[in-house]
């Protein structure tokens, strides 16, 4: 069992556990609300405070589609950069270099909603201007960080 600074109790399971209880869910039709770990997805997504809707990807990956994947024996959740199908390419959007790939049968699941942690609801749109400011977010971030953070 594992009680949070905030009082809530839960049992704490490793990661091939939890996402294979989401894909079980998603296999079935539902959708599953998550709060994702890591800093790889700012400025959109906050490490611990926003929680995203996943749901079964039932199109082709596009560009800009933020998807959850397992890439070798890790579960990410990036934004697709390129896509040549079979092979997906993705990258953080609070990455300033490094990239994964993956084929389209390692996608779990495709962020349809991002819940804030202010109760705002925002459909993640397809960042095609933060992908083209990939030269300039080093600096971007590092106000971000330092400003609203």
Request: aromatic share 8%; proline share 5%.
């Amino acid at each position: 069992m594992y009680k949070a600074p905030d009082g809530k109790v839960g049992k704490v399971v490793g990661d091939d556990l939890f996402f294979a209880m989401i894909g079980d869910l998603l296999s079935e039709g539902k959708e599953v609300l998550m709060t994702p770990k890591g800093f790889s997805m700012l400025p959109f997504i906050q490490n611990g405070k926003d929680s995203v809707l996943l749901k079964k990807l039932d199109r082709p990956a596009e560009k800009g589609d933020i998807l959850l994947v397992k890439v070798g024996a890790r579960y990410i959740m990036h934004r697709v950069y390129d896509v040549a199908l079979p092979s997906i390419t993705l990258m953080g959007d609070g990455n300033v270099s490094g990239r994964e790939h993956c084929d389209a049968s390692d996608v779990i699941a495709i962020v349809t909603e991002i819940h804030k942690s202010d109760g705002r609801v925002v459909i993640p749109g397809k960042a095609r201007l933060w992908r083209l400011l990939l030269p300039f977010r080093r600096y971007i971030l590092a106000i971000y960080k330092r400003v609203i953070l």
